[in-house]
């Protein structure tokens, strides 16, 4: 199997708790319906005949989360993910609408 060059001591209890497979739930936009919700990729398995091969990443759940946090959280707060779930979670939480800021009074309202 397949490990990364660094990070195996972080990489691989991820990978284990995921028992090697993807952990997206429907972040992507892909309810994974066909796989009881969960995505069917598999560390070093093919996405197809004729598809590429799977390589996992850990990452934390949150995929707009910066390298430098992603880097302070321990393994039990990362998920495994495939590239596919994790390029597309990260661009439905771009898109996603953001919450306005409560406006605080203005100087001059009455």
């Given at each position: 199997m397949s490990e990364p060059l660094t990070g195996i001591a972080t990489w691989r209890p991820v990978m284990e708790?995921?028992?090697?497979r993807?952990?997206?739930?429907g972040a992507c936009g892909n309810p994974h319906a066909k796989s009881e919700g969960r995505c069917p990729h598999?560390?070093?398995?093919?996405t197809s005949k004729h598809g590429h091969r799977v390589r996992l990443i850990a990452a934390p759940a949150d995929p707009l989360a910066t390298a430098?946090?992603?880097?302070a959280l321990p393994a039990s707060e990362l998920l495994a993910w495939c590239a596919g779930c994790h390029t597309a979670a990260a661009r439905a939480a771009r898109r996603a609408p953001t919450t306005p800021a409560v406006e605080a009074p203005g100087l001059f309202e009455l």
């Open positions: 708790v995921a028992e090697f993807c952990q997206c739930t598999e560390h070093d398995a093919y430098v946090a992603a880097a």
